[in-house]
């Protein structure tokens, strides 16, 4: 059974840029059968879409973020990552990492990142 | 893109059915059938429940159904138990900008 974690600083100053990373096991990125995505959950408020990566490099992110936003994939290490840059308190929040066939399936535990000076 | 209708809070007491609804346009729910439900307990990842409307993963108890009719998808809790205390999303593949988008959530709460 697949499984994803993801890890990264818990704290990022405004203005400085997000870095996390997602790790697959269980199941290779290179197959080609899913899309891997960003999904983030501020305190106490819904899930929002963040963007998602396919294992050649192609990637769809949501407009409302665009601008800020890079998904990356390195298949040699089975992982994939995510940038958010020029943050601010609005993003705090838990973000997750998942593997999508259409909708996401399978989820990673959440990491709760907290933008505070 | 908007997010999809939910009642904020469901209750029923344990053995109950009770059912969540999810409203969309038919630009999501009503045009496709990826409509999808995730449990979430407090501090945990989302678990998805249901799949293209009215599937079930493998592992989740047939107690929990989906159904869909014109814009409006539903997801039912029949002999209701006390695990099933959580938050309830949906999702939907929509049309719009982004490739799917989620309802705002209800809190089941089993009394």
């Known amino acids: 059974q697949v499984q994803l974690q993801e890890s990264g600083p818990g704290l990022v100053k405004p203005s400085q840029t997000l870095s996390l990373t997602c790790t697959v096991s269980g199941g290779s990125i290179s197959s080609g059968d899913y899309y891997w995505s960003w999904i983030r959950q501020p305190p106490g408020k819904g899930l929002e879409w963040i963007g998602y990566i396919y294992y050649s490099g192609s990637t769809y992110y949501n407009p409302s973020l665009k601008s800020r936003v890079t998904i990356s994939v390195d298949t040699s290490k089975n992982q994939f990552s995510l940038k958010l840059s020029s943050v601010t308190a609005a993003d705090t929040a838990v973000y997750y990492c998942a593997r999508e066939s259409g909708l996401p399936d399978y989820w990673g535990q959440g990491t709760l990142v907290t933008v505070s000076s | 893109q908007s997010a999809l209708t939910q009642p904020a809070s469901v209750s029923g007491s344990p053995g109950q059915s009770i059912t969540i609804s999810c409203t969309g346009t038919s630009s999501d729910v009503g045009g496709y059938n990826y409509v999808s439900w995730y449990q979430q307990h407090p501090g945990k990842a989302p678990k998805l429940m249901i799949y293209e409307v009215s599937n079930r993963p493998s592992g989740v108890p047939d107690r929990f159904s989906g159904s869909k009719s014109g814009n409006t998808a539903s997801l039912t809790i029949s002999g209701l138990q006390a695990e099933d205390e959580a938050d309830y999303y949906c999702?939907?593949?929509?049309?719009?900008?982004?490739?799917?988008?989620f309802g705002t959530g209800t809190k089941v709460t089993v009394l």
């Open positions: 999702s939907s593949y929509t049309s719009s900008s982004t490739p799917y988008v």
